[in-house]
């Protein structure tokens, strides 16, 4: 005897039941009872959020349908759950694009939305931004029907169709006034634009494309990894190191510095993709050649004369030709490839600072020399011609003090006019100025010492009466 099965069944369950020739489902709340021979299964129902919707496919038919949430629901007996998905959610400047597998088309939606995929759709593009369009940014854009190209400038932000894609994102070419590029058409012709022409800011149309050269790098040029796209006709400086072998077999390595200029844009791009490059190989093949008739010492002497000479050859139609002109080229440093032939040249080099340095050193100290004589013969000169305006100065005020007494000594004579002679004159004269002086002396700290005719000085002797 067979027992049946009793099933107890909440809300939210479900009971799949499967017999010999079908299947058939029993939703819940409730209690089934299964007879035997039947299986049974319990299975949950789908709760959706409403941020969510669920693919739902029919295994007999094969078509499949879209459940959105929020819900809450069973499936048939020969339905099942190919996946849940997360609703699409595209703000403002937000766009993505769908396909319909079961026709082929393409569905471009854009935000603010909420977007649930159809049954036979998916994700072609995943959520993407659209570009914003200003006065510097513009957007080329091709449509898949027939291939065209259209360079969208309006100002807003843009979404393609159904059928465009997105190409690239261009930026505004900005031009100084030394600034050039080169712009290769839909033809494959090439037009230069130069910003001293008032073509300073534009857009690459449809079709065209900035060429873009690849010059040699870094100072041995052995790399061609300088991308360039806008030219600049400044001068400019450029280094450049590489071997060279005297005529005495020496071998060294020198480093040079080109100031340089490019003349003719179109003449340069007609002949060559690598001006630097060029400009160097071919400098180095000439100075390689004139150092080579140079023995070590002569080059050492003049070698920025060499190397200028070898460049600033007016026959030499090669820099002309490459649109290009050098203005000069310096040495910038000398050395020797071998170790040893360095250390020589070092000592020789040292040797050349030193003696330079003495011959400074002397001739320093024979301007030193030369100053300090010409100082003592202008102090000496300086000190004679003191002397003489002393000399000056005394006659002067001898004659002045001269000629004052001289007046002085005729207004006493003058005075003591009358029944003396001349010679009594004289006498008082020259008492008063005894007397004067021996005043002056008295009233000094000097010691006096006089004779008994300097002052009539007489002992006598005399007796009491």
């Not at 949950?44 to 078509?63: D, H, M, Q, Y």
Request: hydrophobic fraction near 40%; glycine fraction near 6%; aromatic fraction near 8%.
């Amino acid at each position: 005897m067979l027992i049946p099965w009793v099933y107890f069944l909440k809300e939210e369950e479900q009971l799949l039941l499967e017999g010999f020739t079908k299947k058939w489902t029993v939703n819940g709340p409730g209690s089934v009872l299964v007879k035997p021979m039947i299986s049974a299964r319990v299975r949950r129902g789908v709760s959706l959020s409403p941020t969510e919707f669920a693919k739902i496919r029919n295994l007999l038919t094969g078509n499949i349908k879209v459940e959105k949430g929020p819900c809450f629901f069973f499936l048939e007996a020969y339905e099942e759950v190919l996946k849940v998905y997360d609703v699409i959610v595209l703000r403002h400047n937000e766009y993505v694009r769908l396909i319909d597998r079961s026709t082929g088309i393409i569905r471009l939606v854009t935000g603010p939305t909420n977007v649930v995929l159809s049954a036979t759709e998916e994700i072609l593009q995943p959520p993407s931004a659209g570009v914003n369009i200003d006065e510097h940014t513009a957007v080329l854009v091709r449509n898949t029907s027939d291939g065209s190209l259209r360079l969208v400038t309006e100002n807003k932000v843009f979404f393609p169709a159904a059928n465009e894609e997105i190409e690239e994102v261009r930026r505004k070419i900005l031009l100084e006034e030394h600034e050039s590029v080169v712009i290769k058409g839909k033809d494959g012709k090439f037009r230069i634009v130069s910003g001293s022409k008032n073509e300073n800011a534009f857009f690459l149309a449809p079709y065209e494309t900035l060429l873009c050269m690849r010059w040699s790098s870094g100072i041995h040029k052995e790399k061609r990894d300088l991308k360039i796209t806008h030219i600049d006709s400044r001068p400019k400086f450029m280094w450049y190191e590489f071997g060279v072998r005297t005529k005495d077999n020496v071998e060294l390595i020198l480093g040079v510095t080109f100031f340089w200029q490019i003349d003719n844009i179109e003449q340069m791009i007609r002949t060559t993709d690598d001006a630097p490059g060029d400009i160097c190989s071919h400098a180095r093949s000439m100075i390689i050649q004139s150092v080579s008739k140079s023995s070590l010492e002569a080059f050492l002497d003049s070698f920025n004369d060499v190397v200028r000479d070898s460049i600033n050859d007016s026959a030499d139609p090669f820099y002309v030709a490459r649109g290009v002109r050098i203005h000069s080229v310096e040495v910038r440093s000398v050395s020797c490839k071998d170790e040893s032939t360095q250390s020589i040249l070092q000592e020789i080099i040292q040797e050349t600072t030193n003696r330079l340095n003495r011959l400074q050193k002397q001739q320093s100290e024979n301007e030193v020399r030369l100053n300090e004589v010409k100082g003592n013969f202008e102090i000496e000169r300086q000190k004679g011609d003191l002397l003489e305006i002393q000399r000056e100065n005394a006659i002067k005020v001898a004659k002045t003090t001269g000629e004052s007494e001289a007046m002085r000594v005729a207004q006493f004579f003058e005075t003591l006019s009358g029944s003396l002679s001349e010679q009594e004159k004289i006498n008082i004269f020259n008492t008063l100025k005894k007397v004067e002086y021996i005043d002056k002396l008295g009233r000094s700290n000097a010691n006096m010492f006089f004779t008994p005719s300097d002052v009539d000085l007489r002992i006598e002797a005399r007796t009491k009466g």
